[in-house]
């Protein structure tokens, strides 16, 4: 079992970086793929990005493709979101998701493939 906590939301303007945090407990952090997503309200939560147990394999979403970077560090439990040149269409509730595995992950994109989430932080970009 991991339990997830974001950090690192805030409010900025357009073209400011942010860089969220989640920091996950467990012995066993580095068996798990990890993904961020993200959701408005009224929509359905959506993929941002994905990293793989090894730190290999990322993926990302069209929207933030060259401007966000998804990375890990095993020694601390933690995976991150780097946001440069954010724009207000970014603004959302950001989740951390998790999902133990010991193979590639074929679909990091959909949400069905985590089975633990955190709280969310809140990130709102002013235009």
């Known amino acids: 079992q991991v339990q997830l906590v974001e950090s690192g939301g805030g409010l900025v303007q357009a073209g400011d970086s942010l860089r969220l945090s989640c920091a996950a407990s467990g012995r066993t952090f580095r068996q798990y793929a990890m993904a961020w997503f993200r959701q408005t309200p009224g929509k359905e939560r959506e993929f941002v990005a994905s990293?793989?147990?090894?730190?290999?394999?990322?993926l990302y979403a069209d929207s933030v493709k060259g401007r966000f970077t998804i990375s890990r560090d095993n020694a601390k439990n933690t995976v991150y979101l780097q946001m440069n040149s954010l724009k207000p269409e970014d603004t959302a509730v950001y989740f951390c998701?998790?999902?133990?595995?010991?193979?590639?992950?074929?679909?990091?994109?959909?949400?069905?493939?985590?089975?633990?989430w955190g709280q969310g932080t809140q990130v709102t970009v002013s235009s």
């Open positions: 990293i793989s147990w090894t730190g290999l394999s990322t």
């Open positions: 998701a998790a999902r133990l595995t010991s193979v590639p992950v074929a679909t990091p994109q959909v949400t069905q493939v985590y089975d633990h």
